[in-house]
């Protein structure tokens, strides 16, 4: 069994916790940075958690479900 990879996206001070908890961190202080994260994910993430801001500068297109990108969760604001 192949257990996915759960990253987040998003300002450190509001994901640099989750690392505690075996989350691949990934730093986006701007909305280019989150872009530039969201397209380098690694094919093995299966859940990417994204802050507000996060989500916001990503747009419709990464929280919509498909089944050729991994599921999102938004962190409330």
Do not use: F
Request: aromatic share 2%; proline share 8%; net charge negative.
């Amino acid at each position: 069994m192949t257990v996915a990879a759960v990253a987040a996206i998003g300002a450190r001070t509001s994901v640099s916790g989750l690392a505690l908890a075996g989350v691949d961190v990934l730093v986006a202080e701007d909305p280019d940075a989150v872009r530039q994260a969201w397209r380098t994910l690694p094919r093995t993430v299966g859940l990417v958690i994204l802050t507000a801001e996060a989500a916001e500068a990503l747009g419709g297109a990464a929280t919509a479900p498909s089944p050729s990108q991994p599921l999102t969760v938004v962190m409330p604001g």
